[in-house]
């Protein structure tokens, strides 16, 4: 009767054996989870903020610098008798904010509650003395301390950029891995273009912790721990006391200055009016002032300098005058007739040879100096005549660096816009067109469009008599670097040196006895200048643009200025230009009544 | 008496080997589990588990020689005076017990306390053997069966009025010896069936699938089977008794327990529900486990059960630290052993020559099958959590003592085998 019974025992032993040795080997072998599930229970990773790289001026002024702040974060399967109450009043929190965050926080795809996970962020120094005292009242909340950025003075603000939390697409397009939700990235300007250099190496520590959280030591012997590296410390080329004193100048106008070493293409300033303090965006207030400063009709995150693309206004004669003597089409004695009937002038002249006309911007001399350039007649058709001498100004042109973009160490740059054949082609659709259709080129109106780097750019150019190093803002990354390859590079235009001789000297009669002299004119230097009156829409008025260095040489400087709705070049944009200059070779100024006149006056 | 000691000719050491083996390692595991790598600390050292076990161990040793020099009809002979007694005890446990870890089993001798309960298990076996091999004794006749399951049902019962579930429901494991002298597999079958139905029912949240699946079943058997009367008339019943039990299991759950002791429940037939609330201890002990992939982190390595992630990690989770440590290839080891160990009890008590000896051997077999089964199951979440210890292996004198004792008699009782008249 019982007979097989033993075996039938035996059986069911064995078996609960071999189904236990199969499970295990699922839950061990074949299923990682769990080993990262118990490095997350016992290994708490504690993330090193590496200090971020410091900004510096060409005097070695200290312009960016870092200020500790506190992140609070929070490990929710350790927060035990949470006093809701308590917490909004320590962190000075409404109840509707405390809700919020919570919800916001468990709605982030990576939030785990056995994970510390950022609640608040960016407590000041202030802020974090009045919490932290009251921190052990709340367990599970922790303090990250890291730094935020600081500045030496409200300046500089679009050109240095700011920090703050990386943003959703950003992170869904960082290939890299090395950041995650709640870094903090540079956003725009230098802090963007440099980031990689600025943020340094993040360190890491593994610790172990028990069940409640007590540490128990390193990991491995801190096998894979890491130190955190600093940032490089970026010198710049800026002069701060320049660029404030260029912030000072365009206090209630809008457009922009820069100047440029021209022997280096380093940026000394970089103006861009409206601006706005950096320090308004750091810190917990940073939302809601990016907000306000973004809404702002004045637009001052919009960096003119960069990203504005005006006419460029008759500075363009000077680039039209040596594209004609490289093409030989007029030496520098060919006289023209000022014939008003063509188009429009100022001033009184008649017959005027290159340089005459330079000094007194002759509209009538350069519409037929680019006539001369456009109808070689190489060909009979005239249509085709324009297009193959289009095409021939289209090169020398862009080679002074119109057109695209320089690539200056900041992004968003603009191309700005020089015409091509192909450009009228798309604008006439394809019907004909020739040099009476497109004329207005020639004196830096019509198509042309320039930013005012490419403006500044072309002044160095002039002043190095016929290259460029791409303008930068930084000469060297940390201490005793140097700035990055492609600002070791000349650039030369291509027009000949001996064509920028008669340049320069036209320049400088238009500073000594032509449209520029009164108020550009310096006593102890030698400025050499071109003006610029770019139309405007009426009633606006007209925008006044200067572009000089000094001094004539070996210069030091060469600035180009664009003020908005300001009228002539000769008043606001001239004065600016001469003062910057002025500063920046003797510190200052001997003209008050000049820095009087650009501060007092509307400019209407 | 002296002839009766020296049996070490005849005593079976493969099975003296795999205890010792067992201990040992339960020694080491129990110090890793506890190990602090900051506190710079000894083995031995008493302030330790396993310092404490060790003096634990050294106690067994002196339990095993007392069991070898005591007369091996001893055991027989005083089975049902040890049985009334450890009752008397059991009944006053909870009177004058002290509360450890919310059962109250332990009483209190000097600074250390036992579990009587414990020892109940092996006497119960002694009892239980004693009257199985009793002249006359049929397992067919229902007198005989009703007295068998009056004695596990007492200390069972007893067991239970301490809040000690798990030890309690050891007892169950004696089925396994009724049905191995005779007893008809319909009680077991059925239990089993009821037992894996109200899981079903917890499980399933539809139970006409159930009532399906036992109609196609029935159907089939039927139809396969030898059709007479009586055979589909009591399949039909059977088929009915068990829908029955499904509603009103059904019924029960979902009309009668508030929602909070159903959770309850479903955590306990389900270790994937709710994994970080109620099963909490499960997730961590599984966590234990598996993060020590095929060959483990070493010795002393491990995070999860020093670091006090899982619960009674040297007790009853000591299963978490040689999954952790020694990875797949530790608790095939540790399986291993247990399943040869297993047979060679079986092996043992099949060669007795008198039913008393075999009883006893398969309650020892059925016992720490028991222990091994659920106690492994559910550490890997295939068995509810139930506090019961793994045999040689967690940390504790009273549960260490009582399987040495239960080993040990069995030990005895083989090396006299041939002294005995054969009763069988």
């Known amino acids: 009767m019982n007979e097989g019974r033993r075996e039938i025992v035996q059986l069911v032993f064995a078996l609960v054996g071999i189904i236990f040795i199969i499970k295990l080997f699922f839950v061990q072998v074949l299923d990682n989870r769990y080993a990262e599930l118990a490095d997350g229970n016992a290994i708490l990773r504690e993330v090193e903020y590496p200090f971020r790289g410091l900004i510096y001026d060409r005097n070695n002024k200290l312009i960016v610098y870092n200020t500790p702040e506190f992140d609070i974060q929070v490990i929710i399967k350790e927060v035990k008798n949470f006093d809701s109450a308590r917490f909004c009043t320590v962190f000075e929190l409404s109840r509707e904010e405390l809700r919020a965050r919570f919800k916001e926080m468990k709605a982030r795809k990576e939030y785990s509650p056995f994970k510390p996970t950022l609640f608040l962020n960016q407590l000041s120094n202030i802020d974090f003395a009045r919490v932290q005292d009251h921190l052990d009242e709340f367990p599970g909340f922790y303090i990250q301390a890291r730094t935020t950025r600081a500045y030496q003075s409200p300046t500089l603000a679009n050109a240095l950029g700011y920090v703050s939390e990386i943003s959703k697409e950003n992170l869904a397009r960082d290939a890299s891995g090395i950041y995650k939700q709640g870094d903090y990235v540079g956003q725009s300007g230098i802090e963007s273009f440099y980031e990689e250099q600025l943020r340094g190496k993040r360190g890491v520590r593994f610790k172990l912790r028990n069940v409640k959280g007590i540490e128990k030591g390193s990991f491995k012997n801190g096998e894979y721990d890491t130190l955190s590296t600093p940032g490089a410390n970026l010198y710049t080329g800026i002069d701060i006391d320049l660029q404030q004193y260029g912030e000072f100048l365009m206090k209630g106008k809008a457009g922009s200055i820069v100047a440029i070493e021209p022997a280096s293409g380093e940026i000394l300033s ?187 750019n072309f002044a160095a150019t002039i002043a190095n008599r016929g290259y460029y190093y791409t303008p930068h803002l930084v000469k060297a990354i940390g201490e005793n670097g140097k700035p990055l390859p492609q600002y070791l590079e000349r650039h030369y235009t291509t027009i000949d040196s001996s064509y920028f001789v008669i340049a320069v000297d036209a320049m400088q009669k238009v500073v000594e006895e032509g449209t520029g002299q009164y108020r550009a004119r310096l006593a102890d230097v030698m400025v050499c200048g071109k003006t610029g009156t770019v139309q405007n829409a009426p009633p606006l008025f007209d925008h006044s643009v200067f572009i000089a260095f000094a001094p004539r040489d070996n210069p030091k400087i060469a600035i180009s200025v664009y003020v908005e709705d300001a009228g002539q070049g000769a008043r606001a944009a001239a004065s600016i230009a001469s003062l910057m200059i002025e500063k920046y070779l003797f510190g200052g100024t001997k003209r008050p009544h000049i820095e009087q006149y650009v501060l007092n006056n509307k400019f209407e | 008496m002296s002839r009766e000691a020296d049996i070490s000719g005849k005593l079976d050491w493969v099975s003296v080997l795999l205890y010792a083996a067992m201990v040992g390692l339960g020694w080491l595991n129990i110090f890793a589990a506890v190990y602090d790598e900051t506190a710079n600390q ?383």
């Open chain 2, 42 to 424: 000894s083995i031995f050292d008493l302030s330790l588990n396993s310092g404490r076990q060790l003096m634990f161990i050294a106690a067994a040793v002196v339990i095993i020689l007392a069991i070898i020099i005591i007369d091996m009809r001893f055991y027989e002979a005083f089975a049902f005076i040890f049985y009334a007694i450890i009752l008397v005890i059991l009944v006053m446990v909870p009177l004058i017990g002290k509360e450890v870890g919310g059962n109250k089993s332990w009483i209190g001798v000097g600074s250390f306390g036992v579990q009587p309960s414990e020892f109940a298990k092996f006497i119960t076996a002694l009892a239980v053997a004693k009257f199985i091999g009793s002249v006359g004794f049929r397992m067919d006749s229902l007198r005989n069966q009703a007295v068998l399951f009056a004695m596990i049902l007492f200390p069972l019962a007893l067991i239970l009025l301490q809040k000690d579930f798990g030890t309690a429901i050891v007892f169950l494991s004696f089925l396994v010896v009724f049905y191995r002298e005779g007893m008809s597999p319909f009680i077991l079958i059925v239990g089993i069936s009821m037992a894996a139905l109200a899981i079903l029912t917890l499980i399933v949240k539809n139970q006409w699938y159930l009532h399906g699946i036992i109609g196609a079943v029935v159907v089939v058997l039927i139809f396969f089977g030898k059709r007479t009367v009586k055979r589909i008339t009591t399949l039909i019943f059977g088929a009915l008794i068990l829908i029955l039990t499904i509603e009103s299991f059904d019924y029960v759950i979902n009309n009668v327990l508030p929602e909070r002791h159903k959770k309850r429940l479903e955590a306990l037939v389900n270790p994937n529900f709710d994994p970080m609330g109620i099963n909490w201890n499960v997730t961590q002990s599984k966590i234990a486990i598996g993060s020590g992939g095929f060959s483990g982190k070493g010795f002393l390595k491990g995070t999860q059960t020093k670091f006090d992630f899982v619960p009674e990690q040297s007790t009853d989770f000591i299963f978490c630290t040689i999954g952790e440590e020694h990875g797949w290839i530790g608790t095939l080891l540790v399986v291993a052993l247990f399943v040869f160990f297993l047979q060679r009890i079986i092996f043992i008590a099949e060669r007795q020559k008198n039913r008393f000896a075999r009883a006893y051997g398969y309650s020892v077999a059925s016992i720490f099958f028991f222990h091994f089964a659920v106690n492994i199951g559910m550490t890997i979440g295939l068995f509810p959590v139930i506090g019961i210890p793994l045999p040689f292996f967690s940390y504790g004198g009273s549960a260490l003592w009582s399987f040495t004792v239960l080993l040990f008699i069995l030990l005895k009782l083989d090396a006299h085998r041939s002294q005995v008249l054969q009763r069988i």
């Open chain 1, 270 to 456: 970089l103006v861009s009016g409206p601006s706005y303090d950096p320090a308004l965006l750091t810190g917990r207030n940073y939302s809601s002032n990016f907000k306000l400063i973004s809404n702002d009709t004045l637009k001052p995150l919009f960096n003119r300098p960069l990203m504005a693309q005006y006419r460029p206004g008759s500075i363009f004669k000077i680039a039209q005058a040596m594209t004609a003597l490289q093409e030989k089409v007029i030496t520098p004695d060919t006289r023209i007739r000022c014939d008003r009937t063509i188009i429009n002038c100022h001033g009184a002249h008649t017959n005027e040879d290159l340089r005459g006309a330079i000094a007194n911007s002759c509209n009538p001399y350069f519409h037929n100096v680019l006539r001369r350039m456009l109808n070689k007649g190489i060909v009979n058709d005239p249509f085709e005549d324009t297009r193959i001498g289009l095409e021939e100004w289209n090169k020398h042109i862009t080679s002074f660096g119109f057109g695209k973009r320089l690539g200056i160490d900041l992004p968003n740059e603009k191309d700005g816009l020089i015409p091509t054949p192909a450009y009228y082609d798309r604008a006439y659709r394809n019907r004909p067109w020739k040099f009476s259709n497109i004329y207005s080129i020639a004196i830096g109106e019509g198509e042309n469009l320039v930013v005012p780097i490419q403006m500044a």
